[in-house]
């Protein structure tokens, strides 16, 4: 199975300002097939992004993904307040192995 | 408006099983694979299993493979979940989730979770 891993663990940041997550995977993923989500407390993840840029219905265009291969990056080019959360990615190359990152909390600053 | 609603989780003892139960509206059910994920609470997310949409293939994760049974009733628009020889880090909130682009395994619908406690 793909193994992801995510960088930082936690990134402290305050309001305004840019955010950058990464995501390394241990083999090339597949047609990019690589998702983002955000969770908050007490909620079920939300998807944000899917094929490593392509952004989910609803979401706002501060949430943007790039990356290709085993190298990915969720950018939110201005945090504000209720983007502090925790941020997952998930390669979907494999159907039957998906895997997620560990994940990286935004907390503010 | 699509809707998944998990119910069954309980606290049982290792050794135990247990039937985990998802409920299915708003979509076209037996048009879509269906996934379970789980969640240790305050730790990352773990897939579990995988079912196709008419139910005759399912996949799962090295973890729980041989123990976990995934199965479906679309008749019922429901997805279960058979736990059994349970241990303690099988002790997560377990939901189900599905991609609306049919065939595709990113999850744009998730249920609320039900929790499973493992615990003597």
């Known amino acids: 199975d793909i193994v992801l891993t995510q960088s930082p663990g936690t990134l402290s940041l305050s309001p305004g300002e840019r955010a950058a997550l990464s995501c390394r995977a241990s083999?090339?993923?597949?047609?990019?097939?690589l998702a983002w989500y955000q969770q908050k407390p007490g909620q079920a993840p939300r998807l944000l992004i899917y094929?490593?840029?392509v952004r989910a219905t609803g979401i706002p265009d501060r949430f943007s993904g790039s990356g290709s291969g085993t190298d990915f990056t969720l950018t939110i080019s201005r945090l504000e307040p209720e983007d502090f959360a925790v941020y997952y990615c998930?390669?979907?190359?494999?159907?039957?192995?998906?895997?997620f990152g560990g994940g990286t909390k935004v907390e503010i600053k | 408006e699509v809707q998944l609603v998990e119910s069954g989780g309980a606290v049982v003892p290792p050794g135990g099983s247990l039937r985990l139960s998802c409920a299915a509206s708003?979509?076209?059910?037996?048009?879509?694979?269906m996934h379970w994920v789980r969640q240790v609470p305050g730790k990352g997310l773990e897939w579990v299993s995988l079912?196709?949409?008419?139910?005759?293939?399912?996949f799962y994760a090295d973890s729980v493979k041989g123990r976990f049974t995934s199965s479906r009733d679309n008749s019922l628009k429901s997805l279960y979940l058979q736990l059994n020889s349970l241990r303690t880090e099988d002790s997560a909130l377990y939901y189900c989730?599905?991609?609306?682009?049919?065939?595709?395994?990113?999850?744009?619908?998730w249920g609320q979770g039900t929790l499973v406690t493992v615990s003597s």
């Open positions: 079912i196709s949409w008419d139910g005759s293939e399912s």
């Open positions: 708003g979509f076209m059910f037996d048009d879509y694979n």
């Open positions: 094929y490593a840029s």
């Open positions: 083999q090339s993923v597949g047609s990019n097939s």
């Open positions: 998930q390669q979907y190359a494999n159907s039957a192995g998906l895997t």
């Open positions: 989730a599905f991609s609306s682009s049919s065939g595709l395994a990113y999850f744009d619908h």
